[in-house]
């Protein structure tokens, strides 16, 4: 069983930063690809940013250029560099991840609780 505990949301206003992180814990073989998704009032759920294990990104056309993810393997732990933020963005974000585990070993898909994050005009 693992968890995934993110952290880092909150309010600021359009044109700043924030940065979230999301760790992950518990009885982890090793992790596959992790990423952030969001949602917003009235949305679906879509996908900001993914990175493989070895360190390759993917994002959003509507965040390329001012979001940046990376992660730490040592720590099991992705980051989202959030950056001229725009009222846009203001959302629910959630980190997953594709974590292997178990016995028999096998890939498991987790998310974590979410974070808010509110973009001020």
């Known amino acids: 069983q693992a968890q995934l505990v993110e952290s880092g949301g909150g309010l600021v206003q359009a044109g700043g930063s924030l940065r979230l992180s999301c760790a992950a814990s518990?009885?982890?073989?090793?992790?596959?690809?992790m990423g952030w998704y969001r949602q917003a009032p009235g949305k679906q759920r879509e996908l900001v940013a993914t990175i493989t294990s070895t360190g390759s990104p993917n994002y959003a056309d509507s965040v390329k250029g001012r979001f940046t993810i990376s992660r730490d393997n040592a720590k099991n732990t992705v980051y989202l560099q959030m950056n001229s933020l725009k009222p846009e963005d203001t959302a629910v974000y959630y980190c997953?991840?594709?974590?292997?585990?178990?016995?028999?070993?096998?890939?498991?898909?987790?998310w974590g609780q979410g974070t808010q994050v509110t973009v001020s005009s």
């Open positions: 518990g009885s982890i073989f090793s992790i596959n690809a």
């Open positions: 997953n991840a594709a974590v292997v585990a178990g016995f028999p070993i096998r890939e498991y898909a987790y």
